[in-house]
């Protein structure tokens, strides 16, 4: 998978999770390799939803769109 079509699924990724959560902002959905610690506790601190919650729905969203983002979801 190339770096476009990560980003172009990551792109996918946070409009989904932005549906769910709308007060999420796109430097709360700021992704890098890597630090997907870092990026599940901004979702947690902005939505006040647990944090296994956050990550079920990261999961869930990865999941349905098949992407390769690479945010440790899976």
Do not use: P
Request: charge should be positive.
């Amino acid at each position: 998978m190339t770096k476009l079509e990560v980003k172009g699924d990551w792109n996918i990724v946070k409009g989904k999770l932005k549906q769910k959560w709308a007060k999420l902002t796109e430097d709360d959905l700021q992704y890098a390799e890597g630090k997907h610690e870092e990026l599940f506790g901004r979702i947690q601190k902005r939505t006040g939803e647990t944090r296994e919650a956050v990550e079920k729905a990261v999961r869930e969203v990865c999941s349905s769109c098949g992407c390769g983002c690479g945010c440790g979801c899976k």
